[in-house]
């Protein structure tokens, strides 16, 4: 288990407790930030190489998505319990646009982007969702900023020290403004997460020491087999 996927589990966690913690209010933050990680795991999960010519390849991202609709319809019960039905509705809404609907334009239309432009589509996305305060709409923005971070990872480098320690600075630098100057938290939650996010991707990649290739090690002894014996002898 990677270190985002441990911190996605554990934020679904807290989400479906917030209600029993007193704190549904923290429910359109709190799947905010889901909606951002799911679309990242979306993206970075899908190993499509070559997509299907015409409505083929938007069939098989749909056969994949029921089993990835039951955490949101879990988030839209908690919702419901915590007696905000609007977010619950917005949450449904979002997550089936998200999977029918947005992530595979986003797969088509963004396949070919660069790094560069996929981080100036960031920055775009960012400052969208720090501008549209308390808006429904903000769920399925996430989701596309999340795939977006996806894409931004996936043009490496994955796992360089110096990248990951700069996504950690900017997770300080996020929180730090969300705390000296509430009025930006529309834009310093999106920035914390996002940060968190590569940051956490680029904790499961930090390049381990290369085993050099040995031609007589005991990794090829495993691998050579001897005649198999016979199960009964020869009469």
């Known amino acids: 288990m990677t270190p985002l996927t441990a911190a996605h589990g554990l934020l679904l966690g807290l989400f479906l407790a917030l209600p029993w913690l007193g ?21 970075v999960a899908d190993r499509r190489w070559n997509a299907r010519a015409g409505a083929l390849d938007w069939i098989s991202h749909i056969r994949m998505a029921p089993a990835r609709l039951l955490p949101w319809g879990a988030m839209a019960i908690i919702a419901v319990i915590a007696r905000r039905p609007q977010d619950a509705q917005a949450i449904t809404l979002a997550a089936i646009l998200s999977e029918t609907l947005v992530y595979p ?14 981080g100036a589509l960031l920055l775009i996305l960012l400052v969208a969702l720090g501008m549209m ?13 999340g795939v977006a971070t996806g894409i931004l990872w996936l043009r490496g480098p994955d796992g360089d020290l110096r990248t990951t320690m700069l996504a950690i600075t900017s997770v300080a630098i996020a929180v730090g403004v969300a705390v000296t ?19 956490l991707a680029h904790l499961s990649m930090l ?18 087999r001897g005649p198999q014996p016979l199960a009964s002898p020869p009469s």
Request: net charge positive; charged share 20%.
């Open 133 to 145: 305060d308390g808006s429904n709409a903000r769920f399925a923005l996430s989701f596309i900023a």
């Open 105 to 118: 334009a986003c797969a088509r239309l963004l396949s070919k982007t660069t790094r560069a432009i996929a």
């Open 23 to 43: 704190r549904s209010e923290w429910l359109p933050w709190g799947a905010e930030v889901l909606f951002l990680v799911g679309g990242f795991q979306v993206r």
């Open 207 to 224: 390049r381990r020491r290369p085993m050099p290739w040995q031609s007589g090690g005991d990794a090829i002894r495993r691998f050579r």
């Open 181 to 199: 100057v509430p009025q930006l938290v529309p834009l310093a939650w999106p920035l914390t997460a996002i940060s968190a996010t590569l940051a």
